[in-house]
């Protein structure tokens, strides 16, 4: 560091005779205005040229003190006149107070901006915002003050040797006392540092502890200040520049200097004197460095040094105490010269930045440089070179004063290559002690660099001039103009950097260099960074090696290039040398590069090719086959030209599209088909089915054209060619309608499949339109379709929630698993919710579909089948009629008669057979019956169903009821009942059957006939015709109506005779007297018998496979029927109301007008779901899901 006076003013008084000191001067913030206070005058200069710029006069005692507040906007001058003035930065005075004594220091408060002020013996705070200044008394003389950087603390300086540390209230705090008189004090940061007339400097924290030990700064300081970490003081015997811990830097004799102040804004301070003397001085920082590679040492604050790493950007900071002349850096090792001793240190580790102190050597030298080998100190000095720290300390003396050093190896042998003022370039060898002049260069050297293999020496003169020399033979290479500095790229031989006139070059061997703007100076050239230096610190340029690849590219020297590359370069730059290696078919080089770029087609390729190169294929194959992936196709088809493959050519052109190329590769027939083909896809590609399509017809190939026609929508192209094509070409025709199906045009594709007589097909194109009407009806013409129609109805009505009519198209499309799979979720369902009319009517159709199955299938399938149509037939009746039963007890209120019920109830216990089914209830049986057999005052009925009811477990919630009804069926026990009144009739014998004997007589054994609506006993005798007459002969004989009978009658007169002579076959079989040996039930009737029944009172049930029922209507004034679709028999007064009513019959739910096929299954059913999803009994909504 030094001081360069930049101008100084003599400062008068108004006489021009005497001088007037100069007591205090302040810069302004952004450093523009320096504001000082001489005599009794406050004067303002510029401080760029020591011009002044206002005066001001308004005090009338000498201005003691003057100080600038931090916002810029005013400034403060204290006077013996007991006065402060406010002015602004404009120089205008806005404000005035006073003390009780002179003014002697003055301090504006860093964070509030308000002023401390001090006389005498007291001292005041001043703000704009507080009209009041409160003032505070001292015992003692202020000599100075000071704000703390965070504006929570005041420190006072007394003339008693004292320093008084106040708050922002004005309370002290603390006191530290000194032996002398306190003059001057200012805060660096959180310490506090004070000066006394006993020529020291002390440190102290602001709880008045004393922090570093004192120095003794050979002045009595009347001004303290900081300059960055640098701390000024003047006083008596001049000024003086102090590191941070007080160690002296600078020294300036003067006679008396009141003030020493830096500029905040620029290196400048100005320095005020007691003979009217105004310095200004210009501060001058030199740069003191060392650089290895990528760890750059450098001095910061005077006394420390600072290493950093110039990649990672890792910084150490070493404390050395005193000041840092000298900077040396090698290796591992780093040497610091100071003003009385020599500091070695070594890193700790190879990669850290931890340095240790090695030796010291305790000598105070001169030198011009310094230089740290592996294991030594050398100093230059002129024309010597003196190695110390040895034992034998070793010299060498050169012929000029040395201008350069750089360290290095050659040969294995770490040597000194020296650049001499004269030119000359000499090697010395501090091991051995050998020196020698390696060769003579037209110019003083400015500086010096070896390339990474110590093959090259670059030198700079002091005329701008860059040469290169070959090292070993002293053979002059190259000349660059223009250069200031130059460093070869220690990672890469040929790359070397040079600056000057502005300018980053880079050079890339011979090759002409690339330029870039620069300013400084460059020292350090590693892989892709540049290490410059700018001023006073150190900068990493990145910088771009694509010249220099592209250069070496242009040579085709590959491995050249790759080397750059690796310093790093732009993935464009690693695919455009690996473009170039590959052409010239430098497999290795080529994928090492596009391993950088990561292109992964490209490296599939290279082991490719390589693979069939390294087999014996021809180099011309392989250079094609290269520029065909880059692009040059023109050139690819002559090199397979020249290599006898023509049809890769062909192939190469055909990929393109270049089909007027590739005809000059083709040859005849079938090449020429095949290419009017691959024309044709091409065609299609480009958007132009139609021409595509003609000329596929024209090549023959049917299916593609058809193909091409439906894709771009040719209807009319696709109907023609349908017409045109006959029967025998059935795969052509096939494709065709495939083709019409794509296009939207279903109803010309079924004509073309039934031309084929492929039903089938037929069939899906009428499900895929949603024609079922139409796909039913192929499905009853032709079995083969059977599954391609009820099989996607089963998923669609499966997908609308309808499994009814699912579970029957299952059924149809000959899925049994699936189909009872269904079944048995929704009656499982429909049992588990008590949907129990629902279960019996899934029953019935189970029951249907079994019967169906036992139609199509023989022998033991078909008697498997109809057991489970009996079986399944039984649980639906059951299901039916327990529904109203299981109401009846679990409802509060039943609409049904008591008589209905009681028959409903005896009917299910008339079918059960052992366990009964899932969901039906004994109990639940048993007390309906006792319930209705009460309200029929049916009382031994009633006990005796209270008494089955007693052997079985009674839900907690019936208990009350059945208790209930017991009391109540006991009291009347002795009353006359009524048990005859609901007792069966058998209309056979004509007798009252058992209560609870719903199914047979046990009189005639004739099996009673129940209504399914209300489960009463139908007044119906079943009848069979006698043997020898068939089923047609006797339906012949039931419908024919019988002659009168005319043979045995004669005139009597009028008179009534008896003959006993006379047998009348024409007797009535179902009034004769029941043979108790029969038991069979049932009524034979011959044929004279049949002929003389009326048909309509005769009730036929006739179900597939089942044989026939014949019923004789005892009352036929109540007509009986039998249901259409299940065959089963009811009063057709409750079949037609329930038809009204609910619109179906009131077992199998079929509407009226729904009718049966001939194969006995309702395909119309299936078209219409509104009638086969069932609904509660309980709720009436619909219940499946």
């Given at each position: 560091?030094?001081?360069?006076?930049?101008?100084?003013?003599?400062?008068?008084?108004?006489?021009?005779?005497?001088?007037?000191?100069?007591?205090?001067?302040?810069?302004?913030?952004?450093?523009?205005?320096?504001?000082?206070?001489?005599?009794e005058?406050?004067?303002?200069?510029?401080?760029?040229?020591?011009?002044?710029?206002?005066?001001?006069q308004?005090?009338?005692?000498?201005?003691?003190?003057?100080?600038?507040?931090?916002?810029?906007?005013?400034?403060?001058?204290?006077?013996?006149d007991?006065?402060?003035?406010?002015?602004?930065?404009?120089?205008?005075?806005?404000?005035?107070?006073?003390?009780?004594?002179?003014?002697?220091?003055?301090?504006?408060?860093?964070?509030?901006?308000?002023?401390?002020?001090?006389?005498?013996?007291?001292?005041?705070?001043w703000?704009?915002?507080?009209?009041?200044?409160?003032?505070?008394?001292?015992?003692?003389?202020?000599?100075?003050c000071?704000?703390?950087?965070?504006?929570?603390?005041?420190?006072?300086?007394?003339?008693?040797?004292?320093?008084?540390?106040?708050?922002?209230?004005?309370?002290?705090?603390?006191?530290?006392?000194?032996?002398?008189?306190?003059?001057?004090?200012?805060?660096?940061?959180?310490?506090?540092?004070?000066?006394?007339?006993?020529?020291?400097?002390?440190?102290?924290?602001?709880?008045?502890?004393?922090?570093?030990?004192?120095?003794?700064?050979?002045?009595?300081?009347?001004?303290?200040?900081?300059?960055?970490?640098?701390?000024?003081?003047?006083?008596?015997?001049?000024?003086?520049?102090?590191?941070?811990?007080?160690?002296?830097?600078?020294?300036?004799?003067?006679?008396?200097?009141?003030?020493?102040?830096?500029s905040?804004?620029?290196?400048?301070?100005?320095?005020?004197?007691?003979?009217?003397?105004?310095?200004?001085?210009?501060?001058?920082?030199?740069?003191?460095?060392?650089?290895?590679?990528?760890?750059?040492?450098?001095?910061?604050?005077?006394?420390?040094?600072?290493v950093?790493?110039?990649?990672?950007?890792?910084?150490?900071?070493?404390?050395c105490?005193?000041?840092?002349?000298?900077?040396?850096?090698?290796?591992?090792?780093?040497?610091?010269?100071?003003?009385?001793?020599?500091?070695?240190?070594?890193?700790?580790?190879?990669?850290?930045?931890?340095?240790?102190?090695?030796?010291?050597?305790?000598?105070?030298?001169?030198?011009?440089?310094?230089?740290?080998?592996?294991?030594?100190l050398?100093?230059?000095?002129?024309?010597?070179?003196?190695?110390?720290?040895?034992?034998?300390p070793k010299?060498?003396?050169?012929?000029?004063?040395?201008?350069y050093?750089?360290?290095?190896?050659?040969?294995?042998?770490?040597?000194?290559?020296?650049?001499?003022?004269?030119?000359?370039?000499?090697?010395?060898?501090?091991?051995?002690g050998?020196?020698?002049?390696v060769?003579?260069?037209?110019?003083?050297?400015?500086?010096?660099?070896?390339?990474?293999?110590?093959?090259?020496?670059?030198?700079?003169?002091?005329?701008?001039?860059?040469?290169?020399?070959?090292?070993?033979?002293?053979?002059?290479?190259?000349?660059?103009?223009?250069?200031?500095?130059?460093?070869?790229?220690?990672?890469?031989?040929d790359?070397?950097?040079?600056?000057?006139?502005?300018?980053?070059?880079?050079?890339?061997?011979?090759?002409?260099?690339?330029?870039?703007?620069?300013?400084?100076?460059?020292?350090?050239?590693?892989?892709?960074?540049?290490?410059?230096?700018?001023?006073?610190?150190?900068?990493?340029?990145?910088?771009?090696?694509?010249?220099?690849?592209?250069?070496?590219?242009?040579?085709?020297l590959?491995?050249e290039?790759?080397?750059?590359?690796?310093?790093?370069?732009?993935?464009?730059?690693?695919?455009?040398?690996?473009?170039?290696?590959?052409?010239?078919?430098?497999?290795?080089?080529?994928?090492?590069?596009?391993?950088?770029?990561?292109?992964?087609?490209?490296?599939?390729?290279?082991?490719?090719?390589?693979?069939?190169?390294?087999?014996?294929?021809?180099?011309?194959?392989?250079?094609?086959?290269?520029?065909?992936?880059?692009?040059?196709?023109?050139?690819?088809?002559?090199?397979f030209?020249?290599?006898?493959?023509?049809?890769?050519?062909?192939?190469?052109?055909?990929?393109?599209?270049?089909?007027?190329?590739?005809?000059?590769?083709?040859?005849?027939?079938?090449?020429i088909?095949?290419?009017?083909?691959?024309?044709?896809?091409?065609?299609?590609?480009?958007?132009?089915?139609?021409?595509?399509?003609?000329?596929?017809?024209?090549?023959?190939?049917?299916?593609?054209?058809?193909?091409?026609?439906?894709?771009?929508?040719?209807?009319?192209?696709?109907?023609?060619l349908?017409?045109?094509?006959?029967?025998?070409?059935?795969?052509?025709?096939?494709?065709?309608?495939?083709?019409?199906?794509?296009?939207?045009?279903?109803?010309?594709a079924?004509?073309?499949?039934?031309?084929?007589g492929?039903?089938?097909?037929?069939?899906?194109?009428?499900?895929?339109?949603?024609?079922?009407?139409?796909?039913?009806?192929?499905?009853?013409?032709?079995?083969?379709?059977?599954?391609?129609?009820?099989?996607?109805?089963?998923?669609r009505?499966?997908?609308?929630?309808?499994?009814?009519?699912?579970?029957?198209?299952?059924?149809?499309?000959?899925?049994?698993?699936?189909?009872?799979?269904?079944?048995?979720?929704?009656?499982?369902?429909?049992?588990?919710?008590?949907?129990?009319?629902?279960?019996?009517?899934?029953?019935?159709?189970?029951?249907?579909?079994?019967?169906?199955?036992?139609?199509?299938?023989?022998?033991?399938?078909?008697?498997?089948?109809?057991?489970?149509?009996?079986?399944?037939?039984?649980?639906?009746?059951?299901?039916?009629?327990?529904?109203?039963?299981?109401?009846?007890?679990?409802?509060?209120?039943?609409?049904?008669?008591?008589?209905?019920?009681?028959?409903?109830?005896?009917?299910?216990?008339?079918?059960?057979?052992?366990?009964?089914?899932?969901?039906?209830?004994?109990f639940?049986?048993?007390?309906?019956?006792?319930?209705?057999?009460?309200?029929?005052?049916?009382?031994?009925?009633?006990?005796?169903?209270?008494?089955?009811?007693?052997?079985?477990?009674?839900?907690?919630?019936?208990?009350?009821?059945?208790?209930?009804?017991m009391?109540?069926?006991?009291?009347?026990?002795?009353?006359?009942?009524?048990?005859?009144?609901?007792?069966?009739?058998?209309?056979?014998?004509?007798?009252?059957?058992?209560?609870?004997?719903?199914?047979?007589?046990?009189?005639?054994?004739?099996a009673?006939?129940?209504?399914?609506?209300?489960?009463?006993?139908?007044?119906?005798?079943?009848?069979?015709?006698?043997?020898?007459?068939?089923?047609?002969?006797?339906?012949?004989?039931?419908?024919?109506?019988?002659?009168?009978?005319?043979?045995?009658?004669?005139?009597?007169?009028?008179?009534?005779?008896?003959?006993?002579?006379?047998?009348?076959?024409?007797?009535?079989?179902?009034?004769?007297?029941?043979?108790?040996?029969?038991?069979?039930?049932?009524?034979?009737?011959?044929?004279?018998?049949?002929?003389?029944?009326?048909?309509?009172?005769v009730?036929?049930?006739?179900?597939?496979?089942?044989?026939?029922?014949?019923?004789?209507?005892?009352?036929?004034?109540?007509?009986?029927?039998?249901?259409?679709?299940?065959?089963?028999?009811?009063?057709?007064?409750?079949?037609?109301?329930?038809?009204?009513?609910?619109?179906?019959?009131?077992?199998?739910?079929?509407?009226?007008?729904?009718?049966?096929?001939?194969d006995?299954?309702?395909?119309?059913?299936?078209?219409?779901?509104?009638?086969?999803?069932?609904?509660?009994?309980?709720n009436?909504?619909?219940?499946?899901r």
């Amino acid at each position: 560091m030094r001081t360069v006076p930049k101008w100084v003013n003599k400062i008068h008084e108004a006489d021009k005779v005497e001088f007037s000191s100069v007591h205090a001067i302040c810069f302004s913030p952004d450093g523009t205005q320096l504001v000082v206070g001489a005599g009794e005058k406050v004067m303002v200069y510029d401080p760029r040229d020591g011009a002044l710029v206002q005066l001001l006069q308004a005090h009338k005692g000498a201005v003691h003190a003057v100080a600038y507040c931090g916002d810029g906007k005013k400034f403060a001058s204290g006077s013996a006149d007991k006065n402060v003035i406010i002015w602004t930065s404009k120089m205008e005075g806005v404000l005035k107070y006073s003390h009780s004594e002179a003014i002697q220091c003055l301090a504006y408060n860093p964070v509030t901006m308000h002023l401390a002020s001090c006389a005498l013996t007291d001292f005041a705070f001043w703000s704009a915002d507080v009209k009041a200044v409160q003032k505070f008394r001292l015992a003692g003389r202020i000599t100075s003050c000071a704000w703390s950087s965070n504006g929570q603390h005041l420190a006072i300086g007394l003339a008693s040797g004292a320093v008084s540390i106040r708050d922002r209230q004005g309370d002290e705090t603390q006191r530290i006392i000194r032996d002398a008189a306190v003059w001057a004090v200012v805060f660096s940061k959180s310490t506090l540092l004070v000066t006394d007339w006993n020529d020291t400097l002390s440190f102290y924290s602001v709880q008045g502890q004393q922090l570093h030990k004192e120095r003794n700064i050979g002045l009595a300081a009347l001004s303290i200040s900081l300059l960055g970490a640098l701390v000024l003081v003047g006083g008596v015997g001049g000024w003086a520049v102090l590191t941070s811990e007080g160690v002296p830097i600078l020294n300036t004799p003067q006679e008396w200097v009141w003030a020493i102040i830096p500029s905040p804004a620029f290196n400048t301070m100005a320095v005020a004197c007691q003979d009217g003397t105004l310095w200004c001085y210009q501060v001058v920082f030199s740069t003191v460095h060392g650089l290895y590679r990528e760890r750059y040492a450098y001095r910061e604050n005077m006394t420390d040094v600072i290493v950093q790493h110039l990649t990672s950007g890792n910084k150490v900071r070493i404390k050395c105490h005193d000041r840092v002349q000298k900077i040396a850096i090698y290796k591992h090792r780093l040497a610091v010269q100071l003003p009385e001793r020599v500091v070695v240190y070594e890193q700790g580790d190879v990669e850290g930045m931890l340095y240790r102190v090695k030796e010291k050597l305790s000598q105070k030298i001169e030198c011009s440089l310094l230089v740290a080998t592996s294991d030594a100190l050398l100093l230059c000095q002129d024309t010597k070179l003196v190695m110390i720290g040895r034992r034998m300390p070793k010299s060498w003396v050169v012929p000029a004063p040395i201008r350069y050093v750089k360290v290095t190896t050659l040969y294995f042998e770490e040597v000194l290559l020296l650049g001499l003022l004269n030119g000359q370039i000499w090697q010395v060898e501090p091991t051995d002690g050998n020196s020698k002049m390696v060769l003579q260069t037209a110019g003083s050297v400015r500086c010096l660099d070896v390339s990474a293999s110590r093959s090259r020496l670059a030198v700079v003169d002091d005329s701008s001039v860059c040469r290169v020399y070959s090292l070993p033979t002293g053979e002059l290479l190259y000349t660059e103009d223009n250069v200031s500095s130059v460093s070869w790229n220690s990672w890469c031989d040929d790359l070397l950097s040079l600056s000057g006139g502005g300018l980053l070059s880079i050079k890339a061997g011979h090759f002409p260099p690339a330029t870039q703007p620069l300013i400084g100076s460059v020292v350090g050239f590693q892989g892709g960074r540049v290490f410059c230096l700018q001023a006073n610190s150190m900068q990493t340029i990145n910088v771009p090696l694509s010249h220099a690849v592209h250069q070496n590219i242009q040579q085709k020297l590959f491995n050249e290039a790759y080397a750059v590359a690796c310093l790093g370069v732009t993935a464009l730059d690693w695919e455009r040398l690996g473009m170039a290696a590959l052409e010239e078919l430098s497999f290795e080089v080529a994928r090492k590069a596009f391993q950088r770029s990561e292109n992964i087609i490209f490296l599939s390729l290279i082991d490719h090719l390589q693979e069939r190169f390294e087999a014996g294929e021809k180099r011309g194959i392989i250079t094609g086959e290269v520029l065909a992936y880059r692009g040059r196709y023109n050139d690819a088809a002559r090199a397979f030209h020249t290599a006898g493959r023509d049809d890769r050519a062909l192939n190469l052109y055909v990929d393109l599209r270049m089909f007027n190329k590739a005809q000059e590769y083709v040859g005849e027939g079938e090449g020429i088909a095949a290419l009017a083909r691959q024309r044709a896809e091409w065609a299609r590609h480009v958007n132009e089915p139609r021409a595509a399509a003609e000329m596929y017809l024209a090549a023959g190939d049917v299916p593609r054209a058809a193909q091409l026609m439906a894709e771009g929508g040719r209807k009319d192209m696709l109907i023609e060619l349908a017409r045109k094509l006959d029967k025998g070409s059935s795969e052509s025709l096939r494709c065709v309608a495939e083709a019409l199906v794509t296009a939207g045009e279903p109803a010309t594709a079924a004509d073309v499949y039934q031309r084929l007589g492929d039903y089938r097909k037929v069939a899906q194109l009428a499900v895929s339109a949603g024609e079922w009407s139409r796909a039913f009806t192929l499905a009853r013409e032709h079995a083969e379709c059977k599954r391609e129609v009820y099989l996607p109805y089963a998923h669609r009505m499966a997908q609308e929630n309808k499994f009814v009519d699912a579970q029957k198209a299952y059924h149809m499309a000959g899925e049994t698993s699936t189909a009872m799979r269904v079944f048995t979720i929704l009656v499982g369902n429909a049992v588990a919710e008590e949907r129990f009319s629902d279960a019996g009517y899934l029953h019935h159709l189970l029951a249907m579909q079994c019967l169906d199955t036992a139609t199509n299938s023989i022998n033991k399938e078909r008697e498997n089948s109809l057991r489970q149509y009996s079986y399944n037939e039984r649980l639906a009746r059951i299901y039916n009629a327990y529904d109203s039963v299981h109401r009846c007890i679990h409802e509060p209120f039943s609409l049904i008669q008591p008589d209905s019920l009681l028959n409903a109830a005896r009917y299910v216990l008339a079918l059960l057979d052992g366990e009964p089914p899932p969901g039906i209830s004994k109990f639940c049986l048993y007390l309906c019956l006792a319930r209705q057999a009460k309200a029929l005052n049916a009382n031994a009925l009633a006990r005796q169903m209270l008494d089955k009811i007693l052997g079985l477990l009674v839900p907690q919630k019936f208990q009350e009821s059945v208790e209930l009804l017991m009391v109540k069926t006991r009291a009347a026990g002795g009353s006359e009942g009524r048990d005859e009144e609901v007792s069966p009739l058998c209309w056979r014998c004509r007798r009252h059957v058992p209560p609870l004997s719903a199914a047979r007589c046990p009189h005639c054994a004739h099996a009673l006939a129940h209504s399914l609506a209300t489960h009463e006993v139908l007044p119906l005798v079943q009848f069979m015709p006698s043997e020898g007459i068939s089923e047609a002969e006797a339906l012949e004989l039931i419908e024919r109506t019988p002659l009168p009978d005319t043979n045995g009658k004669e005139d009597t007169g009028g008179a009534e005779v008896l003959r006993i002579d006379h047998v009348d076959d024409s007797s009535d079989p179902f009034l004769d007297k029941v043979d108790e040996d029969d038991e069979s039930g049932v009524v034979w009737c011959s044929r004279q018998a049949l002929l003389q029944l009326s048909p309509a009172s005769v009730v036929i049930v006739k179900r597939p496979l089942m044989p026939t029922l014949y019923y004789r209507n005892m009352l036929p004034e109540l007509l009986a029927i039998a249901c259409p679709h299940c065959q089963h028999l009811f009063y057709a007064e409750d079949y037609e109301i329930h038809l009204v009513t609910k619109g179906h019959c009131p077992f199998c739910r079929h509407p009226p007008d729904e009718s049966r096929t001939e194969d006995g299954t309702g395909d119309e059913s299936l078209l219409n779901g509104s009638t086969s999803t069932p609904t509660s009994p309980s709720n009436g909504h619909a219940s499946w899901r």
